[in-house]
């Protein structure tokens, strides 16, 4: 007789986490700007401009830093970091605590929006910009997904991660 | 080949197979050897670096130090016991070095053509070289030394063999060269990097938890000397970079110094057991807001923590916070332990926590309690109390006034510059004019900080002042036809073809040049996309500017039409992708003017004559207007006939001695008396004062709110009197007499119709650009004289969901508190 408590397969959760990931993402997908950039872009707009000190122009979301100047739009949303967070967390039997990627994304891509403005001066114009950029962006959103998922599988009562059970 | 240790993990077993694992530790140091050589190939042309003379030398060892790095990590692999720790460290070095070596050919060399030194080459050697960093440090962590492997050493091992799976397919995927994917390529390599980072984060902190634990046991006093610093040392230090490199801004202030000794006196002595625990517990929360205020200031760059340490060898102090905030964690976590009640311990925490923001809070009014005063002072100087008055003692006032300074052009620290200056200013900035008479007065200075603000292009543009953006739009002024509609009425319209511009992003700006005595009365403007004429409307003059130049950054379609006087202006049109079209509407008061060309850039105009009869000449022949506006309820004991406008004054009256007049009769008075002019405007009836010296400026009062109004400039006499001319044809049809006073200047304006110094015609093209203008509009009528409209915000037009998100912040840290006081009690 098989035991009912034993763990799902690595395998199943991970095909949970990409069919949740992937509904998310479609989800996300089909939103209009209107209900994007109010929910996703603002806040880290808002708090970036107010981490520099300058106001921010609306509703462009821009703000002017130096001879630059920034524009939130929807392909800085972090749209896509959202349902891979919640998918990590669906993936690893946390489904309660699912909602916390929407304020975990709006944390990270404000952190990296401005690690991204103060970057700009030192990069622009540089063969390098674009995928400097692209980089940094990986850099916060692909190491919040680490830790994320590190904190998801740490079991405290082993010590260990669930590979190493 | 070393056998590596037993696992289940499915990964780790797939890349612990020869193959797998010569390919990951062999072949790519070798592919590294040969990209060192590809670069000496192609630096070979490009001999005028300084270093070719030594290059003759480097390159060719470096290439020997590649080629002896990959082949002996090949060897090392297959050594039975764990080779030596400075050996290792050399190859970690050197893959760096490489890095950083190909990231400088890749600048330096320029005339390399992009091709042979693309993006993905760079990161190609950098995840090349990567295996020989984690080979080295894979064996340095099966020391037997250093102890047993550890998860980090795990994860980093297993990280560097899917980065250079995923290197492969990325070269692959470039080498084929017949297939497009876009940016696949970089944003895997990218993702390469990435993962490589973060192998190096864990095993470098893995290697200094072994490290720390070692010591902790050998050495007794090793955990006070890490407390000190961890508390003292390392923030002291890094405010010491922060003097020569002020970044993220600039801290050098005695407060920050201060609360750094005062939190490390909160936190080095040992945790009290039962004396002074709540005072010490209460000091320590006290202390947590300056900690955790820095934490979240560098939390954005933690993660470039490494470049910065690799970049500048001082860049692990960007990492203090993030040691004192966990140092003072734990102290927290002691402090709690030694209180019972968890009700006291709340209630201390709260406490603590609220000490430094309410001294902040109270700080900030404090200074908005004096600044104020004193810029509304300056801004508007009250005669009737001598001169030079002000509303506080010359010290006060100097000691506001340096307050203002370095409000203004201090340094600003994240988040904390924004709350002062939102509560101090309410989001505005002191005008220009009030800064030049303080400056003046106090002898203050504007200069920025001498030592420099590296990091100050963040925030506005190298050598500007932080309250002006510039605008550096390309302009041009050539005009293709001009016509004239309507000829010889009072009222023609001009009609003019701007060219189009050649170079992209372009606007036309033209001083333009009136006669005296031709007034605009409106401007239209045709928009390209559907061929609709579009008005202007008559704006604050500082709103229109603002609103325009914010316009022209997004390149829609504005134009702007400003008078500096009575005979000087320019019209800006932007943008001039396309041949333009814009009509302005002159109103003409006796033909005398026709014979005077009108003059755009370089175009003239001459107009045709009228062949009406003046209607406002008087016999002298001198432009005056006459006008009569008298309360029927308080006849005013003065002649009923004003003469304003002209260069010869006909009559003048003295200005009425009852209240609430009488202040401002004084101030006419003593304003007369420093050789300044005033005139005002009472039962529209326009009195002026004989006017001494090179000047005189009008200011009109309002009833409601209680504050002088801007008025024209001194030198347009004529638009004064086209204005009475207006409002005298209007009384003259009105058959109520009753009061008009409470008359702003912009109604005033707006019921002349004629275009005036104070203010500019715009035409904007979108409902939300209309939205903008009417917001700032708003907020210059209710902004006080001695503030700089043009540097508030707009006001938002969409929902923002910062409130929101802060809401949620609160709920997280709420956790956290919660995590941190729930404790067991004794």
Redesign the interface.
Known sequence: MSSSTSPPPPSFEMTRGLLAALGLRLLLWALPDAAIIPLFCCAPAWLAAAWFNVPLETPDLAWQAGDATFVMARSCSGETFCALAAAVLIAGRRWRWAWAAYPLTLAVNTLRVIAACACAPFIEGTRLAAAAHLGLGILFFLGALLALSFLNFWRPHHGKTARND | MEKLPET??PVRTFLGRRAVFALTHLVCPLCTTGLVGYLIWLGADAARTPLSPLGLYLWPALLCASAVAALGTGGLFRASRGAGVFLLSGLLLLAFCLIFLF?FV??AWRDIP?FAVG?LE??LLFGMSLPTGMASLWWLSSCPIVGEKR?GADMAATIAAYVMLVLFGSCFLRLGAFISLG?LP??L???A???A??ALLFHTLWLAALGHRALKTRFPAYGFCLRVLTVAGLPLLGLRLNSHIPF?ADFQNIWCYLLVAFCALTLLPPTCERRFVRLQYFVRWAAFPFTLYFFLVF???L??AALAILALGAGFLMLAPTFLLWTHVHALQESAKAIASRKTKVLLALAGLSLLPLAIVAATERDRAIVRPLVEAVGRPDFTSGRDALPMDEAAARRAAKKLFDCEFGH?I??L??YR?RRIFDGLHPSQEVIDALEARFGLSTDENPSGDV?G??????GTSRRR?QSTTPSQNKVAAVEVRNAGTRTPTLAFTLEKSPSPNCQFSAPLHLADGVWITGMRLKLPKDGEWKSATRRDRRVATWVYE?IV??SRDPALLTLDSSTEGRLKVFPLDEPREVEIDLLMPTPEWCDVPLVLGDTEVRLPGIPEPPAFEDERKAVAICFVGADATKPLPNADLYVCGGPEIAVTAEPPAEPPYAKEAVNAKRAHQFARGYAYAHGLRIARVDYAGDGWSRRMQSEAPRRPLPLLEPDDPWQLGAQAWQLAEEMGHRKDKSRLFVSPIRQLAERCRVLTSAEALIVVETE?QERALAAKDALSRNADLAFDIT????????????P??LL??LF?LALLLRRILRLPSR
Do not use: G, K, M
Request: hydrophobic share 40%.
């Open positions: 289940t993990d990231s890749h600048d992009d993006t760079i990161y998860l940016e970089t944003l390599v990218c993702v990097i990435a993962l980072f973060f993220p939390l954005p760059f993660p470039c600003t994240p988040l510059s924004l200056e990091f292009a963040l925030t506005r543009p190298a953006w914010n950054s997004s939300q540097q508030a915000e707009t006001p938002h037009a969409t929902n923002c969901s910062a929101e998100f949620v912040l997280a």
